[in-house]
């Protein structure tokens, strides 16, 4: 019934940005939060950034003062704002949502960060 739809990825140069969005569509209840992991190949799955319902924000020590995340409320749209690339961001990132009820995930979008 819930699905979100991720936009954004792409190929970027060292330095570069790259603005990732997820929409949320379908009977959703109170949402909790939204965020965004990442996993690049052989690794584990890691939290990038997270905004919860009263506006406080996660980040993962890596992207602090590069990546910012944001929320539109009445789009049920999250937004993550890349910026300074590295090669190390280089993953698939996966939009997450946090419900009263149950966890949701996107299908991934590819972040490849290369000269």
């Known amino acids: 019934q819930v699905q979100l739809v991720e936009s954004g990825g792409g190929l970027v140069q060292p330095g570069g940005s790259l603005r990732l969005s997820c929409t949320a569509s379908g009977s959703i209840s109170r949402i909790h939060s939204m965020g965004w992991y990442r996993q690049a190949p052989g690794k584990q799955r890691e939290l990038v950034a997270r905004i919860f319902s009263g506006g406080d924000t996660n980040y993962v020590d890596s992207v602090k003062g590069r990546f910012t995340i944001s929320r539109d409320n009445a789009k049920n749209t999250a937004y993550l704002q890349m910026n300074s690339l590295k090669p190390e961001d280089t993953a698939v990132y996966y939009c997450?949502?946090?419900?009263?009820?149950?966890?949701?995930w996107g299908q991934g979008t590819q972040v490849t960060v290369s000269s």
């Open positions: 997450n949502l946090v419900s009263t009820f149950r966890t949701y």
